[in-house]
């Protein structure tokens, strides 16, 4: 991964609440600390861990001051909105994915890991998607 930024999508990060699985031993072995996700992101898997798991909020908030402890932080701005709405049009992409891959294109990462959009998709000659359990 040398030379490469990569940012990570909310749906590989859920993984890591499973006890053991292959998905959670493949997102564990991908990880690195220099990894970037946003504050969408952090959003995101304590709304699946209350919502969707119905895990306590102790556990729920633990998870997410974990993934503010391992990873680089980003922030959404106004300019990463107005970017998630042309990202969005032009390749007809969903709001929420828009608004990851606007973050990572912010912030000139060239890798996005994730588990539901198209992979191998090519944003703006500048960011690829990659699902990695393919």
């Not at 040398?2 to 999508?9: A, E, L």
């Not at 119905?54 to 729920?60: E, L, S």
């Not at 990463?80 to 294109?105: G, R």
Request: proline share 2%; with cysteine.
């Amino acid at each position: 991964m040398t030379g490469n930024k990569v940012f990570i999508d909310s749906n590989i990060l859920i993984y890591l609440l499973e006890k053991k699985s292959s998905k959670k031993l493949k997102v564990t072995s991908l990880l690195q600390p220099d990894f970037y996700i946003s504050t969408q992101v952090v959003a995101e898997n304590i709304s699946v861990c209350l919502r969707k798991l119905k895990t306590p909020k102790k556990i729920a908030f633990q998870h997410g001051l974990g993934l503010l402890k391992q990873f680089n932080l980003l922030t959404i701005d106004e300019s990463t909105l107005l970017s998630s709405f042309e990202v969005s049009t032009k390749y007809q992409l969903s709001f929420w994915d828009s608004l990851i891959i606007a973050t990572a294109l912010q912030h000139q990462c060239t890798i996005l890991y994730s588990e539901d959009m198209q992979d191998g998709l090519i944003i703006e000659k500048k960011l690829t998607i990659k699902n990695p359990f393919k």
